[in-house]
Structure formats: structure tokens, C-alpha cells
């Protein structure tokens, strides 16, 4: 899996308006905390932990007044219209250890090409460790047929790693597609209308 190195400066501000600052000043505001440790108020730059966050689950060597912490970002909170960063919160994690994560699922294979792929679940929970969380995790549809599914039991994993999602979460549904044509009901003239202009003809002749 990635891991970035990232220089963070301690923060004394709080408050929305401490906030806005940072964030004028291409800052992003973050928390780091766990392992029993007191909160850690830092602010990091937002255009490398912009790209940084690009990939799932990466790992952020925090360099804060010449200590290094590894963390796992726990939290993004991004604002609902621009799309920038305004908060992260980082939780504490050490070499070795095992933490509990979302990973994305893929698919591989071709299905049935008469049904329809519906994906249930874009991601299960796995236990790895820290510095081996896969970036991905891959369930085989080849061959899948229409009214089957796939589920979290399905979803190959990587040696050191435990499934954490309930097996029968669904991953992807194979649904069937609909074979009934609708019928369009032909509709016939009234008699009485098509009786109207002959009727009309003989009026005129009389």
C-alpha cells in the first residue's frame, strides 16, 4: 500500500473562524489521536494531502516538530459543493499491528451478458496489518449466471488478512432482464364515427 511522508505544523487556534484561516492559507485542519495518546491538533497542507488521499487507505508518515507519526486517516470531511478538504481525522497506528479497514471490491470476469450487474457493495471491511492493507480486493464473476450473486465469502484475500463484513453481504446481483414486449392495443374506429359522414352525405343529398 502507499505510504507519504507529510509535514504537519502543531495548531493553537480552534474555532470556525481559526479554521477558515488555515484553509485561506492552504491548510487543512486534522486530528490525530489513538494508541491512549492526547489528541494532536495539527494543520497539514492541503495540496499534498489532496493527492495523498487519492489512494484508498494510504498511509501518512505526519513529520510534526522533528517526530514522525504513522497514521491512517480515519475521517475526511470535504465541503458538499466545492469539494475541498476542511477536515481530516488521523488515527495513531504502529508496524506490526492489526486494524480494521473498508477496502474497495472489484470485479473480474465476464457474466451473462443477458443480465444486468448490480453492485450491492462497493467495499467490505477486512482486519490486515497497517502496512499491508491492499489497495484493492477482487471478486470473480466469470461465468456468473442472471438471478445469482456474489458475496463477501466470494471476495479473494490476501495472505494475513481476515474477513470482518458478514459473509452473506452481497457484493454484486446479476439481475435478469425483463423478456415480456408490451403489447400495444390497437384501437378501431367507433362505429358511430364512421357512420357520421355518410350519414352527413345523405343529409345533403335529400
Known amino acids: 500500500m502507499a505510504e507519504v511522508s507529510i509535514k504537519g505544523t502543531s495548531r493553537t487556534e ?3 473562524g481559526a479554521s477558515r484561516r488555515a484553509r485561506v492559507a492552504g491548510l487543512v485542519p486534522a486530528v490525530i489521536y489513538g494508541h491512549g495518546e492526547k489528541p494532536l491538533h495539527i494543520t497539514l497542507p492541503a495540496r499534498e494531502l489532496g493527492v495523498a488521499l487519492k489512494e ?3 498511509l501518512l508518515n505526519i513529520d510534526i516538530d522533528g517526530k514522525t507519526e504513522l497514521t491512517l486517516p480515519k475521517s475526511v470531511v470535504r465541503h458538499p459543493l466545492k469539494q475541498i478538504l476542511e477536515h481530516v481525522d488521523l488515527v495513531l497506528v504502529r508496524r506490526g499491528e492489526k486494524v480494521t479497514v473498508a477496502v474497495p471490491v472489484h470485479t473480474e470476469g465476464k457474466h451473462d451478458p443477458d443480465g444486468i450487474l448490480e453492485h450491492q457493495h462497493n467495499s467490505i471491511e477486512i482486519e490486515a496489518e497497517a502496512t499491508s492493507i491492499p489497495k484493492f480486493l477482487v471478486v470473480d464473476i466469470e461465468g456468473m449466471a442472471s438471478g445469482t450473486s456474489k458475496y463477501a465469502s466470494d471476495v479473494v484475500l490476501p495472505a494475513g488478512t481476515t474477513l470482518v463484513s458478514p459473509a452473506n453481504t452481497i457484493i454484486v446481483h446479476l439481475s435478469e432482464r425483463s ?6 392495443p390497437v384501437v378501431a374506429p367507433a362505429a358511430d364515427a364512421a357512420a357520421a359522414p355518410a350519414a352527413d352525405a345523405e343529409k345533403k343529398d335529400a
Open 179 to 184: 423478456t415480456v414486449v408490451e403489447e400495444v
Open 56 to 58: 484508498s487507505n494510504v
Open 14 to 16: 480552534f474555532g470556525k
